[in-house]
Nanobody, 115 residues
Framework: QVQLVESGGGLVQAGGSLRLSCAAS????????MGWSRQAPGKERELVAR???????IYADSVKGRFTISRDNAKNTVYLQMNSLKPEDTAVYYC?????????WGQGTQVTVSS
């Protein structure tokens, strides 16, 4: 059974930090990339950051310089360190993992940044 278990969301004041974690299990074949997307109320889901098995990372322009993605390949775990959070970062954050055949998604964790 495939599981992506997310943790670390919550409520934080603007300027604060949070660290999200996502552990993947039960996925057949090697995971090529893992990452985070987010969806705010009334908006489409957008990619926040993604990292390959080799460590190459990409970021949305809106989070560059504030968010850092990292992963532990041995544990199939991806992390998102979020610093200098802004109210516009408020959203449900979804973890995803991609192998050669399909993408898998977590159930999401709420991040709320108060002004």
């Amino acid at each position: 059974q495939v599981q992506l278990v997310e943790s670390g969301g919550g409520l934080v004041q603007a300027g604060g930090s949070l660290r999200l974690s996502c552990a993947a299990s039960g996925i057949s074949f090697s995971i090529n990339a893992m990452g985070w997307s987010r969806q705010a109320p009334g908006k489409e889901r957008e990619l926040v950051a993604r990292i390959t098995a080799g460590g190459t990372a990409i970021y949305a322009d809106s989070v560059k310089g504030r968010f850092t993605i990292s992963r532990d390949n041995a544990k199939n775990t991806v992390y998102l360190q979020m610093n200098s959070l802004k109210p516009e970062d408020t959203a449900v954050y979804y973890c995803h993992a991609v192998n050669a055949y399909r993408s898998y998604w977590g159930q999401g964790t709420q991040v709320t940044v108060s002004s």
